[in-house]
């Protein structure tokens, strides 16, 4: 696993060069051996993006239950553990609201326990929007290396101190490329699952993309780099070569 970690950042670099440069393919199932993560919930078996008119939809499933592993809690924002599935792909990121080649924009669905950054939903219906990180939910994220994460290491891109770049509507506020949208994540068995619209669908079904799931981690200093990839769980191609299609 930590050859994996160490690996992402030129992996990624490899990866999404060669996705911009290729065609379309035909869309299938990204499938993955079983019982390369320790954790059944985290050991990815299949994953897909598929599309039906203005909705896409981002799949999932492993080896064990999803979403009934999480991380404990730090109890401070400073060194918060993160949980996540994501899915890695050649997505412009300005197809939802950052700057055009940001970084690698990728979808999504985490738990943390120790904050909130979903500040315009009440997932857990508690009458309160700032108490809801111990749920499952999804974000848009912009990832790209930096070495103060370790070596090789990828991190969700920090926003510079007086910097102002573009960022989608529902931003949440914190200082880094992250975007908290609401789509709520869905565990039906081994499968997770989230619809998503998007204004140009053409733009997924022309996308290819990957599946991780990983560990990542609040700056113990907070701040940045603010959230770093800390650990790899499983990757659904191996090595993050970004097989998938997105379509129909």
């Known amino acids: 696993m930590m050859t994996q970690k160490r690996s992402l950042r030129h992996v990624f670099g490899a990866a999404a060069m060669l996705g911009l440069a290729a065609g379309a393919a035909g869309a299938h199932e990204l499938a993955a051996e079983a019982g390369n993560a320790e954790r059944a919930a985290f050991d990815i078996v299949a994953a897909d993006i598929t599309t039906d008119r203005r909705l896409a939809t981002f799949s999932m499933s492993v080896a064990g239950t999803p979403g009934e592993d999480g991380p404990e809690a730090a109890g401070a924002l400073a060194g918060a553990p993160v949980f996540s599935y994501v899915w890695p792909t050649t997505l412009d990121p300005a197809t939802v609201g950052f700057e055009s080649g940001a970084?690698?924009?990728?979808?999504?669905?985490?738990?943390?326990?120790?904050?909130?950054?979903?500040?315009?939903?009440?997932?857990?219906?508690?009458?309160?929007?700032?108490?809801?990180?111990?749920?499952?939910?999804?974000?848009?994220v912009v990832l790209g290396p930096d070495d103060a994460c370790g070596p090789g290491a990828l991190k969700v891109i920090d926003i510079p101190e007086g910097a102002t770049p573009p960022l989608p509507l529902?931003?949440?506020?914190?200082?880094?490329?992250?975007?908290?949208?609401?789509?709520?994540?869905?565990?039906?068995?081994?499968?997770?699952?989230?619809?998503?619209?998007?204004?140009?669908?053409?733009?997924?079904?022309?996308?290819?993309?990957?599946?991780?799931?990983?560990?990542?981690?609040?700056?113990?200093?907070?701040?940045?780099?603010?959230?770093?990839?800390?650990?790899?769980?499983?990757?659904?191609?191996?090595?993050?070569?970004?097989?998938?299609?997105?379509?129909?």
Do not use: M, Y
């Open 170 to 248: 529902t931003w949440p506020g914190l200082p880094i490329l992250i975007d908290s949208p609401g789509w709520s994540p869905v565990f039906e068995g081994p499968k997770l699952s989230v619809k998503v619209p998007f204004a140009d669908i053409g733009a997924v079904g022309q996308a290819r993309f990957d599946a991780v799931t990983s560990a990542l981690q609040v700056n113990a200093n907070v701040h940045a780099p603010l959230l770093c990839v800390t650990d790899v769980f499983d990757i659904a191609s191996g090595d993050l070569s970004l097989p998938g299609q997105a379509g129909q």
């Open 103 to 140: 970084g690698i924009l990728a979808f999504a669905v985490t738990i943390h326990p120790d904050f909130d950054d979903t500040p315009l939903f009440d997932e857990s219906r508690s009458g309160s929007t700032d108490d809801d990180g111990a749920l499952w939910h999804s974000h848009w």
